[in-house]
């Protein structure tokens, strides 16, 4: 009775008064679930909203403290009623042990309930900021999806993969644009304080490709985003919105020094890698250009599930191949970490992926608008992606040199065409594979039983035979989440 009506048991055989302002709070909780089970259904962004608050989320933490706390109390009082004296001693270890398990099942998961929504309060606090929410321009959100990296071998933290994710307002329908790290004369949209520094663009040559801007703006021109708290993020979103000829409204910046965390938190992710990726060794002291050392391993073809350190060389390895080869791969590690972090992964594995995110994710969303964006996220989830790069293939082949003089009328072009047909097909699941002409579909991976090994590789790399392992690791861009 204490198990199924808490205070039941009180009214029937012990302190009715007990009994009665227990099965108060008993049915008040009752109504309280019912009501969530419906809002969940009818308006579950109010729900997360609620679930996320700063204040809210403290309350139903001290409720359900209050609740775990009484309920055990009930369970004591149960035990008195009980008189376990009176009982058969054979009988009394079975109702004992009973009584102890089911205080457990009851109010511990009750405590660690509220212990977990303590972490997740203490999450979204520390990475979410406090500023005002922002509406969706032209019915969609533009988000900026920077990975820095910070080395010891670099100049302060520059995104090496830089992505703008935009997504429908309405239907969570996604388009995914990647933008490489070696991009030259990057425009600013007007209004762009940078325009006062760069007034045609980010176009100083080799020494102005994309990623250096996010530096040189922290380093030298912080006073321009006076409001910001990271004036380099803010400068990335005005190249990006110049770039693409959108407005880019919001960033994420994830450290790729804490990315192996990160995927060692959720367990690993399944990707369906494509062809050999290596993973790079250390640079070779006084060559020019530079020379690494022959690959400290291999990710082999096929689906593999990939821990953190595997997971990060997978997104950042550029060996032998370009740059274009990578942003594939970073385009898969993401989409198969959206597919893969599900309810039971976050569930399971909180408390580790909470703790990695405040210490690798940066952003500027705020945390009043969590709630919407997390109830577009569900919708994003079930749909495939559309993706375009500003550059090879899509912009012509590597040789053709697109992302040193690109062509921006074409760009702008192709992208409201994307973004035009995106709108048309809103809502649905489209199939993985997506015409070359204007999009880059999710390829599968190529079939590598050619009798190509490991140690094959190794000699090649070992010789110094560059043209040969260029031409074997030619489709290790093209990949799958699994």
């Given amino acids: 009775m204490t198990l199924l ?50 204040w809210w989320s403290l309350a139903i933490i001290v409720a359900l403290l209050g609740i775990a706390l009484g309920w055990a109390l009930l369970f004591v009082n149960t035990l008195r009623l009980i008189r376990l004296p009176l009982l058969d001693r054979a009988v009394r270890p079975a109702v004992a042990a ?23 309060r203490s999450t979204v606090g520390s990475i979410f900021s406090s500023g005002p929410a922002f509406e969706p321009v032209d019915g969609r959100y533009n988000f900026l999806l920077m990975g820095g990296d910070a080395g010891e071998d670099r100049t302060g933290r520059r995104p090496d993969s830089i992505s703008v994710i935009s997504v429908d307002a309405g239907t969570g329908s996604t388009v995914t644009f990647s933008i490489p790290r070696n991009f030259q004369n990057a425009p600013f949209p007007d209004g762009s304080p940078l325009q006062q520094v760069f007034p045609d663009g980010y176009s100083c040559g080799d020494e102005c490709i994309i990623n250096s801007l996010y530096t040189e703006v922290t380093q030298n021109y912080a006073e321009l985003y006076p409001d910001a708290a990271d004036p380099g993020a803010a400068a990335m979103m005005d190249a990006a919105s110049g770039v693409l000829g959108i407005d880019v409204q919001a960033y994420v910046l994830v450290d790729m020094s804490g990315f ?59 060996e032998f191949v370009t740059d274009y080869h990578r942003i594939s791969r970073q385009q898969c590690v993401q989409q198969a970490m959206i597919a893969q972090l599900d309810p039971a992964t976050l569930i399971t594995r909180f408390q580790s992926i909470a703790a990695a995110g405040t210490q690798i994710v940066e952003t500027d969303i705020a945390q009043d608008q969590l ?51 995106d709108v048309a097909d809103a809502g649905a699941i489209r199939p993985l594979e997506l015409e070359r002409a204007g999009v880059v579909g999710m390829l599968p991976a190529q079939d590598t039983g050619s009798g190509i090994t490991e140690q094959y590789l190794q000699e090649l790399a070992t010789i110094g035979d560059d043209a040969t392992l260029s031409e074997l690791l030619d489709d290790n861009g093209e990949c799958s989440p699994a």
């Avoid at 009584?99 to 509220?114: E, K, P, R």
């Avoid at 690993?268 to 020379?291: F, L």
């Fill in 5 to 54: 009506l808490p205070g039941s048991a009180q009214i029937v055989a012990g302190d009715r008064g007990l009994g009665r302002r227990a099965l108060r709070v008993t049915f008040a909780c009752w109504a309280l679930v019912l009501l969530s089970l419906v809002l969940a259904l009818a308006d579950r962004s109010l729900l997360v909203g609620i679930v996320t608050h700063r």
């Fill in 98 to 120: 009973t009584m102890a398990l089911l205080m457990v099942l009851t109010s511990g998961s009750l405590a660690y309930g509220a212990y977990v929504l303590g972490v997740g």
């Fill in 371 to 421: 709630a919407g964006f997390v109830d577009l996220a569900l919708k994003a989830q079930g749909q495939s992606t559309r993706r375009l790069t500003i550059g090879a293939p899509d912009f012509g082949t590597v040789e053709e040199n697109f992302a040193t003089y690109p062509d921006l009328d074409r760009v702008h072009s192709r992208v409201r065409t994307m973004l035009a047909e």
């Fill in 260 to 318: 192996e965390q990160l995927i060692n938190a959720m367990g690993g992710v399944t990707i369906d890698v494509g062809g050999w990726v290596p993973i790079t060794a250390a640079e070779i002291p006084g060559t020019d250009p530079v020379r690494h050392y022959p690959p400290d391993g291999w990710i082999a073809p096929g689906v593999q599930r990939l821990d953190g350190y595997h997971a990060l060389w997978y997104a950042r390895s550029r």
